[in-house]
């Protein structure tokens, strides 16, 4: 885990400018740090790296490294999970290895297949930059789900990338213009990454599975952005017995976790107390007995506080739980929010950040540098609610609607999901739902923005609909903020439900294989049964990794952010993004809702909170 930083342009950047831009993505990489620079052709180049040792803790692992005929120069953040069978693989071809990094051995299967094979067999997560001086070509490549970021613009005679938005923006020492698309997607349905555009027009970040190459033999700078893969989804698994699909899904399952857990450094899990985090931990230790340490966020609140279900894996796998208190302190978490803000380098989609960014600190103090999360789960095997109101308007669409009928009523006697529907939340997905005219509070510059349809689609699939999930509406907006709020304190998170033969295979597998005798991710639960306690595999009240933010904005935090946020002088207005008036009126509305009730949700009113504190963290650094 690590951050890149790189310049190509007529004219050599200034040592002082290339510090500065370097230095605000140092939290990436404390370890160590390295400068490549190059001349080809007309072009000038400079590649530059800052490095959080992982795996191979020596200097042989130092980046940006070049190959040893000259021939390629790779500048890398991630890792490669199965850097040991690439390793031997290329070791038969008659490749050999002066360190055990698996920068070293990336470099060398790229050197020996090219980019395109290369890519096909790589479990891992990235993003790269590969220099050939020779062929004079330069590739930059993210990996399947965008886990780790890379933003780039280029204006035709110079070509800028970063891990960071903000060493972009110091790289580039310019102003750009808020981006109305990005901005309305998020205000108006709380989406984030949901393509290649950022906050600012003319900066953009390379989208999951793609590569971007550079000719640089030609006179200009035209870079060329193709997608290298995507999973296929062809039903091969409809005629499987659900027991099998959970066998083949604890053998996939079990292997990612074994190749996440390889490590030189200390490592750890975030353990929420529902399935998906618990069933990390399980196989970890009871599978592999893995020295790891258990960590998680719990909360004041006895509504929102999940440690006693934490507890109960923490007994059940004879290990100690290192918990943090998110602190109900209204001038701590604004504080926070706002130093969140900047290392994000957008707004902050959740209170929830803060909880995790404190969970991370937790680690650092106790030494652990890689940390295992559960995200992704939820979306390769229907573990959010929506999913069930989407299976059920999928089977009425195809005249099936006494299947509907008895998926529902099995859910309603389970009561494992149809108890916690929210109509605040849910709107987002159900179009035939028209805004609550409390909530229309936009200003002029996004007012006319269409929204995303969201919800699924005439004629969709549910797997089609989870693919949108990875790719565009959950995803991304996840990885993103685990990204930054990790690397805020040069820790690394590693998601062993995205490596990316089980995310295929769970796409494949029949939703009621998923949704079944009225239980979210059914056939999942079976599969790890055998590493949990029942009172976790067949829990039916998961919150999620949550915390009381939206009682808190109705009371404790309520003065404070109209008199802080919501102000006259509120950049939101500024820039015609909201209109104050409409929004107070929301936002009064809003606090007068009985908890878990009503049709404004709470990120109706943390989402303009989020977008000022953002704006006044960058505000140097737009052109409007």
């Not at 790189?6 to 230095?23: C, D, F, T, V």
């Not at 290895?97 to 790589?122: H, M, P, R, Y």
Request: glycine fraction near 6%; charge should be positive.
């Amino acid at each position: 885990m690590c951050g890149i930083i790189g310049y190509i342009g007529l004219n050599k950047i200034s040592p002082e400018r290339w510090r500065n831009a370097a230095a605000r993505q140092l939290h990436r990489g404390p370890d160590s740090q390295g400068d490549y620079n190059s001349s080809i052709g007309h072009w000038e180049m400079k590649l530059g790296h800052q490095r959080l040792s992982i795996i191979d803790l020596s200097q042989s692992g130092h980046q940006p490294m070049i190959g040893k005929s000259a021939e390629s120069i790779l500048s890398f953040n991630g890792e490669i999970y199965n850097y040991l069978e690439i390793r031997d693989e290329l070791q038969k071809e008659g490749k050999a290895f002066e360190g055990n990094s698996d920068t070293e051995i990336l470099l060398s299967a790229l050197e020996t297949w090219g980019v395109a094979k290369t890519q096909q067999k790589l479990d891992g997560m990235w993003a790269w930059t590969l220099l050939e001086p020779l062929k004079k070509r330069l590739t930059l490549s993210r990996d399947r789900f965008g886990e780790k970021p890379l933003f780039w613009t280029c204006d035709g005679t110079s070509l800028f990338f970063a891990s960071e938005i903000k060493s972009l923006l110091a790289l580039t020492q310019k102003r750009f213009p808020l981006n109305a698309k990005t901005i309305s997607n998020f205000a108006k349905q709380s989406l984030a990454n949901v393509d290649e555009q950022t906050y600012y027009e003319g900066i953009f970040q390379l989208p999951p599975a793609h590569n971007l190459s550079l000719d640089l033999n030609q006179p200009t700078l035209a870079p060329l952005v193709t997608k290298y893969w995507e999973p296929h989804l062809e039903q091969s698994h409809h005629s499987q017995s659900i027991d099998a699909c959970a066998e083949e899904i604890q053998h996939l399952f079990k292997c990612s976790i074994e190749r996440r857990l390889r490590s030189d450094v200390p490592v750890g899990i975030l353990l929420s107390g529902g399935i998906d985090s618990s069933a990390i931990a399980g196989v970890a230790i009871k599978e592999f007995g893995a020295d790891v340490q258990l960590l998680s966020a719990t909360s004041a609140d006895a509504r929102f506080d999940e440690s006693s279900f934490i507890d109960r894996m923490g007994r059940y796998l004879k290990r100690p739980v290192n918990k943090v208190q998110l602190e109900l302190n209204p001038t701590t978490l604004f504080e926070e929010l706002e130093v969140a803000t900047w290392f994000a380098d957008s707004p902050v989609w959740s209170l929830s950040n803060i909880a995790h960014r404190n969970l991370i600190r937790k680690a650092k103090e106790l030494g652990v540098t890689v940390i295992l999360s559960g995200q992704g789960a939820d979306e390769i095997f229907c573990g959010y609610k929506k999913y069930l109101g989407f299976y059920i308007q999928h089977l009425a669409r195809t005249k099936r609607k006494p299947k509907a009928a008895a998926t529902l009523f099995r859910f309603f006697l389970n009561k494992s999901i149809v108890n916690q529907f929210n109509l605040a939340e849910a709107k987002r997905y159900l179009p035939f739902i028209k805004p609550s005219k409390s909530l229309d509070y936009f200003g002029e510059y996004i007012a006319d923005k269409p929204t995303e349809n969201i919800g699924l689609k005439p004629n969709q699939s549910i797997e089609s609909r989870q693919l949108e999930d990875l790719w565009k509406y959950s995803v991304p907006t996840l990885t993103q903020s685990e990204d930054r709020m990790s690397m805020s304190h040069s820790r690394e998170i590693r998601l062993p439900f995205l490596e990316h033969s089980l995310v295929e295979l769970a796409l494949n597998l029949p939703t009621e294989h998923k949704l079944s005798n009225g239980w979210t991710k059914h056939v999942f639960r079976r599969a790890v049964s055998q590493y949990l306690p029942k009172e976790i595999t067949w829990r039916k009240d998961k919150q999620g990794f949550v915390n009381p933010q939206s009682e808190w904005l109705k009371s404790e935090l309520r003065e404070k952010t109209i008199r802080t946020f919501f102000n006259t002088d509120s950049l939101i207005f500024k820039y015609k993004l909201i209109d104050r008036k409409k929004l107070l009126m929301t936002y009064d509305a809003f606090c007068k809702q009985r908890p878990n009730s009503g049709r404004i949700w709470f990120k109706d009113i943390f989402n303009p909170i989020a977008l000022e504190i953002w704006l006044r963290t960058n505000e140097s650094t737009i052109s409007n």
